[in-house]
């Protein structure tokens, strides 16, 4: 999660740095955030949203761990025979 909320971060200070600050990035008139920036936005929130699957799929093995074995009831194949 602490990965997730850095890019958040860096990505939302790179876009106001670019928008307000006409000196952020050499020859202003030429440069503005291209694909490398639009990717990095994807990619926090592909961050975001695995690191909150991860919390969650750790709640749920914890929960079945804690759980006695006889709560859990019977055992099934998983698989056909």
């Known amino acids: 999660m602490f990965t997730a909320v850095m890019k958040v971060i860096s990505v939302v200070m790179f876009g106001l740095g670019a928008e307000y600050d006409q000196y952020w990035m050499p020859n202003p008139e030429y440069n503005y955030p291209h694909f490398s920036y639009g990717m990095a936005i994807i990619s926090a929130f592909s961050t ?34």
Not at 53 to 63: D, E, M, N, S, T
């Open 48 to 81: 975001i949203f695995s690191s909150m699957a991860h919390q969650v799929y750790h709640g749920i093995v914890l929960k079945e761990y804690r759980q006695p074995a006889m709560q859990r009831g019977p055992m099934r194949a998983s698989y056909n025979i």
